[in-house]
C-alpha cells in the first residue's frame, strides 16, 4: 500500500507538470516576435501593421483567420503556396487579391515562434506595446516591447524536481528488489542505501551518458552560433544616426558606401565624404557641436575658420585642444548669449568625448589626428564569399534586404542573421532579372518556357545559386 501510495503521487506530480509546461510554452515573447518580426517580415510588410507594402497591413491577421483553425494560420506563414494548393478558402482569398506576388517560405518557424510574431503584430497594431506607436509612414519609434522573460529558475526547477523524482523511483526500485529477494528466499537480502545507489554503476552510467549528450549539444550549439551576432549594435566613437541622414535627409546609401555598387566590399566611408556636408553643417541637429567636432579633429579642419589646418599632425595636443574648445565656446556664446558654468562643463565633456573617440589606450594611439576607429557590425566568416556589387548591380537588391530598415535606425544593428540557412532561402525565393542582363542570354531553355507561360519567374537556384563553390571555394 506504501508503494502504491508513492507511486500514485508521483505519477500525479508528472501529469501536472505536464498540463503546466504548454502552458509556459504558449506565453507569447513580443520581444523576440518584435526581432522575428525585423528579420523574416519587414522586408515585405510595412511596420506600422496598419498600412500595405509589397505585403499587406498585417494588423488584425488572427481576427481574420477565427473562422479556420489556428494550424492553417501555422501553414499559411510557413508554405503559403502549399496551402493555396490545398484549396484553402482564405489562403485563395489571400492570393487573388495579391497575385503574383509571393510570400516567402518559412519553413524553420516554430509555433511558439509565429505567436511571438503575431503576439507583436498585434499589439503594435493596438499601440499596447508598451512605447509609442509606428506612425503611418513606417519611420516612427518602434513600440517598446516589454523585456525577455527570464526561464532559468523554471529550467533550475524543473532539474531539481527530476532529480527527486530519479532518487525517489531508485529507492522503491531498490525496496522492490529487497522484497523480491526476501520472498524468493535469498541470504542475505538487504535495502541499498542511497549512497550506494547514487554510485551505482547503472547511475553512473546515466550521469556520463547525460553529460556526454549535454555536452555535445552545448558544443553543436556553440558552434553553429560562431560569428553569429544578430541584434549587435556597439557603440561607435562616433554617434552617427542612420535615421538623420538616410530617413530625414534622404542621403543615398552608396554615396557614402560607394563601394557597394562596384566592388567585393560596400567600404566604410572615410572623413572626407562626411566632409562633403560639414563643411557648411557645422552644427548638429541632435548633439550639436559634440560629435562633428570628432570629425574635424581627426580631419584637422578648423570649423572656426573654416579651412584645413596647415601642419595639423605635427600640432602638440594643447594647441589642438584650444583650437576645438574655442569653436565649441564660441557656438555657445552665439546660442546663449555667455559663457556660463554649464557652458563651460559642456566644452570639457565634448573635449573629453574628442580624445575618447580618437584615441585607442589598447592600441598606444595616442594621436588625435588620423582615421576614425569605427567598429565593424557586418562580418562574415572567412570561408565565405559575398560580393556587395554582384547583388547591388547586377541583382539589384535594396540595401535594406539584408541591412533591414537602415532608414529608420537610430544605432545601427546587425538585422539579419547573415546565416547560410538565410542567405539560401533567399536564393530559392529571389526572381532572377533576365531581360536586364546580357549573360543570362546563354539560358535558353529559360527564356523559352518563360515566352511560352510554361513558367512565370527563374529563381537564382535555378542558375546555380546553391553550388557550394558559389560561396565557398
Known sequence: MVFRSIISRIITLLCVLSLSLPTIAQDADIEAGKTLFRNQCATCHNRDMKSNLTGPALGG?????????????????????????????????????????LMNNFLNLTDQEIENILAYIDCTYKGTCG???????????????????????????????????????????????????????????????LPEILTSKGVIAFVIFALVVLGGYTTVNNAIALGRQQGYAPDQPIKFSHATHAGLQQIDCQYCHDGARRSKHS?????????????????????GTAELTKIY??????????????GYDKMSDEEIERMYKKWIADTYVSENGKLDRKGEQLIDNQWKGIVAALTNKATGDDKIFGPIEWVRIHNLPDHAYFNHAQHVSVGKLECQTCHGKVEEMEVLYQASPLSMGWCVNCHRQTEVKFSDNEYYKSYTRYHEELASGKRSKVTVEEIGGLECQKCHY
Request: glycine content about 6%; hydrophobic content about 40%.
Open 297 to 310: 579633429a581627426s580631419v584637422g579642419w578648423d570649423p572656426s575658420t573654416g579651412n584645413y589646418v596647415e
Open 61 to 101: 491577421t488572427q481576427e481574420r483567420w477565427t473562422d479556420y483553425p489556428r494550424e492553417d494560420l501555422y501553414s499559411w506563414i510557413r508554405n503559403s503556396q502549399a496551402l493555396i494548393a490545398s484549396g484553402h478558402p482564405r489562403a485563395v482569398e489571400l492570393w487573388n487579391t495579391w497575385k503574383p506576388t
Open 131 to 193: 512605447g509609442a506607436a509606428v506612425v503611418g509612414n513606417g519611420t516612427g519609434a518602434i513600440a517598446a516591447a516589454p523585456p525577455k522573460p527570464n526561464n532559468t529558475p523554471l529550467f533550475i526547477a524543473l532539474t531539481l524536481i527530476l532529480a527527486i523524482l530519479s532518487v525517489v523511483l531508485a529507492r522503491i526500485l531498490s525496496n522492490l528488489n529487497y522484497i523480491i529477494q526476501m520472498r524468493e528466499g535469498d541470504t542475505p537480502a538487504r535495502r541499498k542505501t
Open 267 to 287: 567600404n566604410i566611408p572615410a572623413a572626407n565624404t562626411c566632409m562633403n556636408c560639414h563643411t557648411a553643417i557645422k552644427v548638429g541637429s541632435q548633439y
